[in-house]
């Protein structure tokens, strides 16, 4: 298509370019900072080896439950929104920089926290539905599973949130310091998962991997807030305070749809078992929601205005 109007490429690379040196020089830090997560979980992967059978395998597989909401969403926010934050960083827009950074954390929190609650509260019949066939995954390996789950899912939002901060600090070009705050949290990491896998085992690991990604995320933002200055905290506690009153509703609703679920078409068989996961979610799904519409959220305005974006473009492009 482009040959057919004219378009053509000969490649060219110089070495000497000032943005290509810059690019080479703040590539490494940013490849470390965003691989924090994927060392860690090697740590606790490494450790888990030591462990009895089932556990390594039980850590792998509710980690891969962690990483889901934190892909689909907090790293979509975070795709999204860089280039905003970047180009008001560039103009010295400070002020709507610290704005997009709230506004990338709220969201991130908004999507992430029920996320992490409807895991909790369903880690058990989602892993038994998913996983357990012909007898290879017992019921004993949900159980576990379903335990490094729960002590995972502490540390979801911070590690979803990690991801906003980190891009705060590269919007103004400073990639040392978040590859300082990495090798802290790897340390970290480290030193949890030494302490916490003899008393706690497998759940130890998990637990050492989620208070590592809130310590980064903490000492993130600390270094963040010292760089560019306030970012509106305050209504960052009012926006957690509202999400954590709609998920105490959103996890009660669960556990009751879910208790319903079982009473009424037992655990027996898949479609039982599909029915209780997609009753409860969609359940949860539907309080949560309600709930923050209810508290007229920022947030729920937004990811409605966007929804609302989205299906105006498909209607376009049919």
């Known amino acids: 298509t482009l040959k057919k109007v004219g378009f053509q490429y000969s490649p060219c690379l110089d070495t000497r370019d000032p943005g290509f040196r810059q690019m080479l020089k703040l590539i490494l830090p940013?490849?470390?900072?965003?691989?924090?997560?994927?060392?860690?979980?090697?740590?606790?992967?490494?450790?888990?080896?030591?462990?009895?059978?089932?556990?390594?395998?039980?850590?792998r597989t509710a980690n891969r439950f962690m990483q889901l909401p934190i892909g689909v969403f907090a790293a979509s926010i975070a795709v999204a929104i860089f280039p905003t934050m970047t180009q008001q960083a560039s103009s010295g827009d400070y002020p709507e920089l610290k704005r997009s950074i709230s506004m990338g954390l709220r969201t991130s929190f908004y999507t992430i926290i029920p996320s992490a609650v409807g895991l909790i509260m369903l880690r058990e019949p989602i892993i038994r539905l998913l996983y357990e066939f012909s007898g290879e995954f017992t019921a004993h390996d949900t159980y576990i599973t379903g335990q490094a789950l729960l002590y995972y899912c502490i540390g979801l939002a911070a590690y979803g949130a990690i991801l906003i901060a980190l891009r705060g600090f590269y919007a103004i070009q400073n990639t040392v310091m978040p590859l300082v705050i990495s090798v802290a949290a790897?340390?970290?990491?480290?030193?949890?998962?030494?302490?916490?896998?003899?008393?706690?085992?497998?759940?130890?690991?998990a637990l050492a991997y989620s208070l590592a990604g809130i310590?980064?995320?903490?000492?993130?933002?600390?270094?963040?807030?010292?760089?560019?200055?306030?970012?509106?905290?305050?209504?960052?506690?009012?926006?957690?305070?509202?999400?954590?009153?709609?998920?105490?509703a959103m996890a009660l609703a669960v556990w009751g749809a879910s208790e319903l679920c079982v009473l009424v078409f037992?655990?027996?068989?898949?479609?039982?078992?599909?029915?209780?996961?997609?009753?409860?979610?969609?359940?949860?799904?539907?309080?949560?929601?309600?709930?923050t519409g209810w508290m007229r959220m920022d947030e729920f305005t937004m990811v409605k205005n966007m929804l609302k974006t989205k299906m105006q473009r498909r209607k376009a492009h049919q």
């Open 186 to 205: 790897i340390a970290i990491n480290v030193l949890f998962s030494v302490a916490l896998v003899g008393p706690m085992e497998h759940c130890g690991l």
């Open 215 to 248: 310590a980064q995320f903490l000492l993130l933002m600390y270094f963040l807030r010292r760089k560019i200055g306030t970012m509106g905290l305050r209504h960052l506690g009012k926006s957690l305070l509202q999400i954590g009153i709609a998920c105490v």
């Open 30 to 59: 940013v490849v470390i900072g965003l691989s924090v997560s994927q060392i860690n979980m090697f740590v606790t992967q490494y450790l888990a080896t030591g462990l009895d059978g089932g556990m390594l395998t039980a850590l």
């Open 266 to 291: 037992g655990i027996t068989t898949k479609i039982a078992q599909l029915l209780q996961v997609a009753i409860a979610v969609v359940v949860g799904v539907v309080i949560y929601i309600a709930c």
